[in-house]
């Protein structure tokens, strides 16, 4: 889900009531990223509360074990939590419990084990996949491949063709509702909801598509940068990551991504009253993030994994009805916020020891009525000392691989492969539409970030810096050597 994909953030189409609510009666952080925005490596930041050039995933690839020491749910499960994941793990093998004491599973399709000719039968979805055996039990015979959308196609939608109850929206927020039935009351609870829209495929029930299919979407923002024609016509390919998209198909997708987000606003509605019933909600501290954004056309570009806010930047909301931490209701935070940070978050909440193996730093010093004065000014990034000044991101991409350091107010990008650089003045051009690399004016700063970069990488085994500059032409990896031993 993209970060600016919310009412209450001043969206001019989308309608987010509930988690309008949830930031307007808690805190949300406007700078809140991924650092390697693809499904693997964001979760794996967000098991382990770990940068990425130590939990060892900086790209995507499927298939290399998870063996961490410290997660976030076995922590929580060692202090006598009782923990639950419903939805999405994306990890390795897929029934990996990774620490919690149960999941019930759908990582949505993943090519690598839809595969009917190279994989065992005990790694293949119709093993492994809790939401497609629970769908055909209601509806023999059907798969995820019904709509014929595959699981990137960005550029085309369709309405969702069974019952809306049968959607895996609706199936992650029943099968949760029906864990806080069965859940053990002596115990408090960590439950992790995690929904596999609205990333592709599109395809929302009608009546959600209904709500924007005559909206007056706006055309998404191209940058004097960005490519202006698609000789090769990529944009016609359902699962491109670039091209120009005939307008009505890219208008209907867009309609359909919003559709899926306010659907999964409403399946939240439900859960938070399911919650309520239970007596739970005063009880509760509820925290909602993306593991990346989705770049839906922005700059004539699609998916993920590139550096631009679209793909990077995510929405990060926490809500605490019982007021257990103090939070400034209604605070909006301009610190830069990751990934990394959502395991210590929690066990800080839960008045948990937070492992010596986390990198990343509690919220709660942000958001609550003791933290440092912070200013609520839109674009504008915090004075508060004792947080992190910047974050460094990156994504290994073949010929695309690349590297970014912000501070939520400028950003500047280096592109491995090819040595292109691009910096954006986010606070006066927040939908990077000007690459100001080249401006005279900004000489100084370009110097500094990528003097920043330089340093962030230095050691890496890629070899992408000597200490002094930045060395184009380093083959890049997915994953960093010592977590394959």
């Known amino acids: 889900m993209r970060f600016d994909c919310l009412s209450i953030a001043g969206h001019p ?68 939590y009782h923990t639950q994941c419903v939805g999405k793990m994306h990890v390795y093998p897929a029934r ?111 009546a959600y598509l209904d709500l924007y299919t005559d909206a007056d979407i706006p055309m998404p923002p191209i940058g004097d940068w960005a490519m202006e024609v698609d000789d090769d016509q990529e944009g016609l390919n359902p699962v491109t990551s670039k091209g120009i998209v005939p307008k009505r198909r890219l ?24 919650l309520s019933e239970y007596g739970e909600t005063n009880n509760t501290i509820i925290m909602f993030t993306s593991d990346h954004g989705e770049l839906l056309g922005d700059h004539n570009l699609f998916r993920k994994s590139l550096p631009y806010e679209g793909s990077t930047r995510v929405p990060f909301i926490v809500n605490d009805p019982g007021n257990r931490l103090n939070l400034v209701k209604g605070k909006v935070c301009q610190e ?35 933290a440092t004065a912070i200013s609520n000014e839109e674009g504008t990034a915090s004075s508060n000392p004792d947080w992190r000044a910047y974050l460094h991101g990156e994504q290994t991409q073949g010929k695309l691989s690349n590297h970014w350091v912000t501070d939520g107010k400028e950003k500047f990008i280096w592109y491995s492969q090819s040595g292109a650089e691009q910096f954006f003045v986010l606070s006066q051009d927040p939908q990077e539409l000007h690459n100001a690399i080249d401006d005279e004016d900004q ?43």
Request: net charge negative; aromatic share 10%.
């Open 13 to 80: 189409v989308v309608e987010t009531p509930n988690l309008d609510e949830l930031s307007r009666t808690g805190v949300r952080f406007d700078r809140a990223y991924s650092a390697t925005p693809t499904c693997v490596p964001a979760r794996a930041a967000i098991f382990t509360g770990q940068s990425q050039r130590t939990h060892g995933r900086v790209g995507y690839q499927d298939c290399v074990p998870w063996n961490y020491t410290e997660t976030l749910p076995g922590e929580l499960a060692q202090a006598g």
């Open 96 to 206: 990996n419990l990774m620490g919690f004491h149960n999941v019930v599973l759908h990582d949505g399709y993943l090519h690598h084990n839809r595969n009917n000719h190279s994989i065992p039968v005990r790694e293949h979805y119709d093993e492994v996949d809790d939401y497609l055996n629970w769908l055909r039990e209601r509806v023999p015979g059907a798969d995820m491949t019904d709509l014929g959308l595959d699981c990137n196609s960005s550029t085309v939608a369709r309405p969702w063709h069974l019952a809306e109850m049968q959607h895996p929206t609706n199936w992650v927020v029943t099968e949760s509702i029906d864990f806080l039935r069965r859940r053990d009351p002596s115990k408090p609870f960590f439950l992790w909801m995690s929904f596999v829209r609205p990333h592709p495929p599109f395809d929302p029930p009608q």
């Open 251 to 274: 208008k209907r997708a867009i309609a359909a991504y919003y559709a899926l987000i306010t659907h999964i606003d409403h399946q939240i509605g439900r859960f938070l009253q399911a």
């Open 336 to 370: 830069i916020v990751e990934m990394r940070d959502i395991m210590p978050s929690m066990l800080d909440a839960a008045g948990v020891p937070i492992p010596a193996t986390v990198e990343g730093d509690s919220v709660w010093k942000l958001a609550s009525s003791q």
């Open 443 to 485: 000489q100084e700063r370009v110097a500094y970030w990528r003097s920043v970069l330089i340093h962030e990488l230095e050691g890496r085994e890629e070899g992408y810096s000597d200490g002094t500059s930045l060395i184009v032409g380093r083959k890049p990896v997915a994953v960093l050597s010592h977590i394959r031993s």
